[in-house]
């Protein structure tokens, strides 16, 4: 499985943006796909996570009621709308697919820088 992020950019606090991580490959195989971010001097961290079908969704508590991830089927992509964003939003974005229920997520993309000005 290969995954494309992109969609980062430069955005003022309160402003929005826009992810994206369109899947190919074996994504029949897939079974769930996420959202971490790293900022600089950080661990990476869990953001959001979605059912490879579209149905069961998990969000950080950092930004729960803020950002949104859905998938478009036909596509193949996995969206992150990130809305109200705070400068501490400010990371590199990862997409992740994971194959099995549970565990480590298996496959990466290549992260895509997102920056919220104060």
């Known amino acids: 499985v290969q995954l494309q992020a992109s969609g980062g950019g430069l955005v003022q606090a309160g402003g929005s943006l826009r992810l994206s991580c369109a899947a190919a490959g074996r994504t029949f195989s897939v079974y769930r796909m996420a959202w971490f971010r790293q900022a600089p001097g950080k661990e990476r961290e869990f953001v959001a996570s979605?059912?490879?079908?579209?149905?069961?969704?998990g969000y950080a508590e950092s930004v729960q009621g803020r950002f949104t991830i859905s998938r478009d089927s036909a596509k193949n992509t996995v969206y992150l709308q990130m809305n109200s964003l705070k400068p501490e939003d400010t990371a590199v974005y990862f997409c992740?697919?994971?194959?099995?229920?549970?565990?480590?997520?298996?496959?990466w993309g290549q992260g895509t820088q997102v920056t919220v000005s104060s």
């Open positions: 992740a697919a994971r194959i099995g229920g549970t565990g480590a997520y298996n496959y």
């Open positions: 979605i059912h490879w079908s579209g149905g069961t969704r």
